[in-house]
């Protein structure tokens, strides 16, 4: 096969369908952005799993007046139940699992609680003893928070005890949807772009439908002919996935790291450094598809 004559054939197929060509150019960088994005949002939810869950600690909230239950009296945890759950944690029972503990007294919740609800009429009608007395216990192993819970349930002088992990599960299981429903999306904007690349080779090959006559009759082999069909399909896929994966790389730049880490910071943000690992991806998965559509589209309806 004369590589020089393919090639040939190749620019002139797509200067003959310049205008569907950069159909299929603009239809590919969308879709495969689309699904840049779906993995740039995969990447932020593990980095913010990792950063979360790192920090994640147990709450053991005290007895407060205002509670009537198994283990609170209606009365405000006394200083001999504070000094039980604080030996429990320094226990050599507990103690291989908590890297750390601290206490938070009415007047330390309160505080902060002003500052969280700064403006807000509620803060003029809560006093520091509706607040909870709270251990704040940051375990060594996160994941082994069922102990703190076990040990201090049911204990008197305690409210309850809180996973934090627990809440961040429900927010990661959104942001697990969320991208679930991007990838969806994506997958929705590939079939598109197929379609449209098998639309685009079966009207080149229409267009050049007497030099293809002429190609059969002279011994040309179907590998031949279908071969410039099958890169003009290529090319255009291929400008389309380097256009996806230069607008992913920015999105991480200029919009995550260059706006959301300096004016959002309350967690961990995707680097421009992880975000390489994009466009090779999406390169690779529009030069398959385009191939496979290019592929099927010439093999069925020129019948070569």
């Given at each position: 096969?004369r590589l020089?004559?393919?090639?040939?054939?190749?620019?002139?197929?797509?200067?003959?369908?310049?205008s569907?060509?950069?159909?299929?150019?603009?239809?590919?960088f969308?879709?495969l952005?689309?699904?840049?994005?779906?993995?740039?949002?995969?990447?932020?939810?593990?980095?913010?799993?990792?950063?979360?869950?790192?920090?994640?600690?147990?709450?053991?909230?005290?007895?407060?007046?205002?509670?009537?239950?198994?283990?609170?009296?209606?009365?405000?945890?006394?200083?001999?139940?504070?000094?039980?759950?604080?030996?429990?944690?320094?226990?050599?029972?507990?103690?291989?699992?908590?890297?750390?503990?601290?206490?938070?007294?009415?007047?330390?919740?309160?505080?902060?609680?002003?500052?969280?609800?700064?403006?807000?009429?509620?803060?003029?009608?809560?006093?520091?003893?509706?607040?909870?007395?709270?251990?704040?216990?940051?375990?060594?192993?996160?994941?082994?928070?069922?102990?703190?819970?076990e040990?201090?349930?049911?204990?008197?002088?305690?409210?309850?005890?809180?996973?934090?992990?627990?809440?961040?599960?429900?927010?990661?299981?959104?942001?697990?949807?969320?991208?679930?429903?991007?990838?969806?999306?994506?997958?929705?904007?590939?079939?598109?772009a197929?379609?449209l690349?098998s639309?685009?080779?079966?009207?080149?090959?229409?267009?050049?439908?007497?030099?293809?006559g002429?190609?059969?009759?002279?011994?040309?082999?179907?590998?031949?002919?279908?071969?410039?069909?099958?890169?003009?399909?290529?090319?255009?896929?291929?400008?389309?996935?380097?256009?996806?994966?230069?607008?992913?790389?920015?999105i991480?730049?200029?919009?995550?790291?260059?706006?959301?880490?300096?004016?959002?910071?309350?967690?961990?943000?995707?680097?421009?450094?992880?975000?390489?690992?994009?466009?090779?991806?999406?390169?690779?998965?529009?030069?398959?598809?385009?191939?496979?559509?290019?592929?099927?589209?010439?093999?069925r309806?020129?019948?070569?």
């Amino acid at each position: 096969m004369r590589l020089g004559l393919v090639l040939s054939e190749v620019g002139n197929g797509l200067r003959r369908n310049l205008s569907v060509v950069i159909s299929v150019i603009l239809v590919t960088f969308v879709s495969l952005t689309f699904v840049g994005a779906a993995i740039l949002m995969q990447l932020q939810v593990q980095q913010m799993k990792s950063f979360w869950y790192d920090r994640a600690q147990v709450a053991i909230y005290m007895c407060t007046d205002f509670e009537q239950s198994a283990t609170c009296s209606g009365t405000d945890a006394d200083e001999e139940q504070l000094a039980a759950v604080e030996e429990a944690l320094r226990s050599d029972t507990l103690a291989p699992y908590v890297e750390d503990f601290f206490f938070v007294d009415h007047d330390q919740a309160f505080a902060e609680f002003e500052k969280q609800f700064a403006g807000n009429p509620i803060v003029d009608i809560t006093k520091p003893e509706a607040l909870n007395q709270t251990f704040w216990v940051k375990l060594k192993d996160p994941s082994q928070s069922e102990i703190i819970t076990e040990a201090f349930t049911n204990i008197p002088g305690v409210q309850s005890v809180s996973d934090q992990r627990s809440l961040l599960d429900r927010i990661f299981l959104l942001l697990g949807v969320a991208s679930y429903t991007a990838v969806a999306l994506a997958g929705l904007m590939l079939v598109a772009a197929m379609l449209l690349i098998s639309t685009t080779i079966r009207l080149s090959a229409f267009s050049r439908r007497r030099e293809i006559g002429i190609m059969r009759l002279v011994g040309a082999s179907n590998r031949f002919i279908q071969t410039p069909f099958v890169i003009e399909g290529i090319i255009a896929a291929l400008i389309g996935a380097l256009l996806a994966g230069i607008a992913s790389v920015a999105i991480v730049k200029f919009f995550v790291q260059g706006f959301l880490a300096e004016n959002v910071r309350f967690t961990s943000y995707v680097t421009v450094e992880q975000s390489l690992i994009v466009p090779p991806i999406l390169l690779l998965v529009g030069v398959v598809l385009s191939a496979i559509a290019a592929q099927i589209a010439i093999a069925r309806y020129l019948r070569v």
